[in-house]
């Protein structure tokens, strides 16, 4: 069963800069470890893919142990002459010590840090 917490959203407009969307998929019991699927997109020109993924990768190392990298997929595309990278990670959860809404307003502003952490 997957539960998504925040809609798809398209970067159609060149206002908007960032895209999240989290799926956590629900686990049988309540002690077993929790799944998520990341789906992040950015438009920037500033904002390198490579660079994209080292802070995505920082966030995740920032939440107390209890979260796992399992797999990353990743592509740029363009739209209205701008680069869109796209990131998909599949993320297990260990434990109840995950702040979903931090972790969502932390990659919307991504995109604000000058260098990478």
């Known amino acids: 069963m997957q539960l998504s917490t925040a809609p798809r959203e398209e970067l159609g407009s060149s206002s908007q800069r960032v895209s999240v969307e989290i ?5 049988s019991s309540t002690s ?19 660079d994209l993924v080292a802070r995505v990768l920082g966030l995740l190392k920032q939440q ?3 979260v796992s990298l399992l797999s990353l ?8 002459s701008l680069p869109v ?4 990670l599949r993320c297990k ?16 502003n ?8």
């Open 23 to 27: 799926k956590r998929m629900a686990p």
């Open 32 to 50: 077993q470890p929790r799944f998520l699927d990341l789906r992040i997109s950015l438009r920037s020109r500033e904002c390198s893919l490579s």
């Open 64 to 66: 107390e142990r209890n």
């Open 73 to 80: 997929q990743s592509n740029t595309r363009f739209v209205e």
């Open 85 to 88: 990278h796209g990131l998909v």
């Open 93 to 108: 959860v260990e434990g109840e010590e995950f702040d979903e809404s931090g972790f969502q307003e932390a990659l919307h």
């Open 110 to 117: 991504l995109h604000g840090e000058d260098s990478v952490t």
